[in-house]
């Protein structure tokens, strides 16, 4: 089984420098987890706020050890 799971964050590129150090340190953990940012949209109704789009792929125990040599 091909699990894949996706997330959404939001944040706001106006923030103050430390709200914004404070979403790249959960941005980093994100990555170190193995999700990966696909897309992000900006709408312009609400101004410096951005969606990011993140996505993780796995799979069962099983399924790795087909891909295995």
């Known amino acids: ?7 959404f964050e939001n944040f ?5 420098d430390e709200y ?6 959960r941005l980093d953990n994100l ?3 193995g999700w ?5 949209n900006r709408d312009p109704a609400f ?3 951005w969606q990011l789009y993140l996505l993780k ?4 125990a099983v399924a790795k050890a ?4």
């Open 12 to 16: 706001n590129a106006c923030g103050d």
């Open 47 to 49: 101004q410096g706020w």
């Open 66 to 69: 087909r891909l295995r040599p």
């Open 20 to 25: 914004l150090n404070e979403f790249a340190r």
């Open 57 to 60: 792929e796995g799979g069962s």
């Open 31 to 33: 990555f170190q987890a």
């Open 36 to 40: 990966r940012a696909v897309d992000a």
């Open 1 to 7: 089984m091909i699990r894949c799971e996706f997330q």
